[in-house]
């Protein structure tokens, strides 16, 4: 079944704590996407991927990492995670190297940070 | 900084009943995608709309995209509660994606 998976889905952690959320695509997808929901400010992008060893900043990279190793895995890279990255985090990734077309989203990790 | 309104941001009616929510900017875009977003679960796309003016269908969905792509509508008729969702648009702008806010939907049967 072609998807993208995230992990772990649930996760409570304390400020500093370094912490890591997978992400994994089996479509063979260039583009790949970390986007975070806020209640009442939609979908905000953080970091994306064109293609392996390619990463750029979106509009809410700040305290974030993340590295393109592999074309099939994305992970995001929190290093000393603070109060207010709490949020609903997703990973998406796209056939093509362009964010325009379609998406295709995991099912979403909700972080919260104390 | 371009912005993508959604409106309403909540919207609960009856099974069987009409409804419209809108999605509009002052920017312009080049092609507007709606995607539904089910509880505990990533958006799915909906629809891509590329022309000014286009109307597509999705059963009893209907999407529009505004004559001079500023603003789009998703229309459902006769709603149903598997129609519950949170509703997102997201316009393309040069090589951006601009995302609204979405319209959270309930149904009740």
């Known amino acids: 079944e072609a998807q993208v998976t995230q992990n772990p889905r649930y996760l409570i952690t304390v400020t500093g704590k370094k912490l890591t959320v997978t992400c994994s695509q089996n479509?063979?997808?260039?583009?790949m996407s970390w986007y975070r929901q806020d209640p009442g400010l939609g979908l905000r992008q953080i970091y994306y991927?064109?293609?392996?060893?390619?990463?750029d900043k979106g509009d809410v990279p700040e305290g974030y990492k993340v590295s393109r190793k592999e074309k099939r895995n994305f992970p995001l890279i929190l290093e000393s995670p603070s109060p207010n990255q709490t949020s609903l985090y997703f990973c998406?990734?796209?056939?093509?190297?362009?964010?325009?077309?379609?998406?295709?989203f995991g099912p979403g990790t909700r972080l919260t940070v104390l | 900084t371009q912005l993508l309104e959604q409106s309403p941001q909540f919207l609960s009616i009856q099974e069987g009943e009409n409804l419209t929510v809108y999605c509009n900017s002052s920017?312009?875009?080049?092609?507007l995608q709606w995607y539904r977003q089910e509880p505990g679960e990533g958006p799915v796309l909906l629809v891509t709309?590329?022309?000014g003016g286009e109307v597509k269908k999705l059963k009893r969905l209907t999407f529009q995209f505004g004559d001079a792509r500023k603003d789009s509508s998703l229309h459902i008729t006769a709603a149903q509660p598997g129609d519950t969702g949170l509703y997102l648009c997201?316009?393309?702008?040069?090589?951006?994606?601009?995302w609204g806010a979405g319209t959270k939907l309930i149904i009740k049967p």
């Open positions: 709309v590329v022309t």
């Open positions: 479509m063979n997808h260039e583009y």
């Open positions: 920017s312009v875009f080049s092609s």
């Open positions: 991927s064109m293609n392996v060893e390619v990463t």
């Open positions: 998406a990734s796209s056939g093509t190297r362009e964010a325009f077309r379609e998406q295709f």
């Open positions: 997201a316009g393309r702008s040069n090589y951006q994606l601009i």
